[in-house]
């Protein structure tokens, strides 16, 4: 069940509003739904986004506060660099779906009395529904964000992907998928602008899986890089005849994965401008 949330944001300039608009149109595909509303106008929110670089972002987020007395909204600090502190969300570097969304998802949200959490109004939803329209229209363009899968049984190494792609420029929105299996049901189910795929699964293998993503509808040309912690001659030629496009070795340095993430981006800028 999707649950919509009420989301205000204080100190930011008119590009990052616009930038979170953008995020919260891809939170439609998860179980918690964004919606950017009206500090001002809104009775209120269920969840405060803050620049913590304005200078009068304190002021203006007491105001709301006296506005809303008796309601407990959870804050999600954005900076460039911020102290860690227990209880305390942050949001650090380039506001893209990859690093916002996950911060998010994670973010309590306290049940208010009926009377205290807004509703949606009937004009945020129409501007959500415009900026989705828009992002529809600009999908095969490599300014706006690309869908990326990775698969891997490993909760570490997702983790480790994750945060090397939170460093691309591009927005990257990251799904996950423990089997092969599991990727083959998601890649059916929505369609990824490129894969990272381990080797060595439980059920089918990187091999076979593939093998079997090359045999989709529209998954012939998407760049597929397979993870391995083998290097051997044999084991690169069986994912070429598998299909895939690249191999990074388990554990990968930083600037090599740096630099096939760079390969990645020019691959699928090719195959979308030759759409």
Not at 110 to 131: F, G, H, M, R, Y
């Amino acid at each position: 069940m999707t649950i919509n949330i009420n989301v205000g944001i204080m100190g930011f300039s008119a590009q990052e509003e616009r930038k979170f608009k953008k995020i919260f149109t891809i939170s439609k595909n998860h179980e918690r739904c964004y919606f950017l509303a009206n500090t001002s106008e809104v009775t209120a929110v269920e969840l405060l986004i803050v620049n913590t670089q304005d200078e009068f972002v304190t002021q203006q987020q007491q105001s709301y506060r006296e506005r809303h007395k008796g309601v407990s909204i959870p804050v999600v600090n954005v900076g460039k660099s911020l102290a860690a502190v227990d209880g305390v969300y942050y949001i650090r570097g380039v506001l893209v779906p990859s690093r916002v969304l996950p911060i998010l998802d994670n973010v309590e949200i306290l049940p208010q009395n009926d009377d205290s959490i807004a509703e949606i109004k009937e004009s945020d939803i129409k501007n959500q529904q415009d900026v989705e329209e828009s992002d529809n229209l600009k999908n095969t363009n490599i300014n706006a964000f690309l869908n990326v899968l990775v698969v891997d049984d490993s909760k570490m190494m997702q983790k480790t992907v994750q945060l090397e792609l939170n460093k691309s420029t591009i927005p990257l929105a990251t799904e996950f998928a423990d089997s092969g299996e599991m990727a083959l049901e998601k890649i059916a189910a929505k369609k990824y602008d490129f894969i990272f795929l381990d080797v060595m699964m439980p059920g089918i293998d990187g091999f076979e899986t593939c093998t079997q993503i090359r045999k989709m509808e529209g998954m012939a040309k998407t760049p597929i890089i397979m993870l391995t912690s083998k290097t051997s001659a044999l084991d690169e030629v069986k994912g070429l005849m598998a299909g895939c496009s690249t191999y990074l070795t388990k554990p990968f340095q930083q600037d090599e994965f740096q630099k096939t993430l760079e390969q990645i981006m020019h691959w699928v800028k090719e195959f979308n401008d030759g759409k």
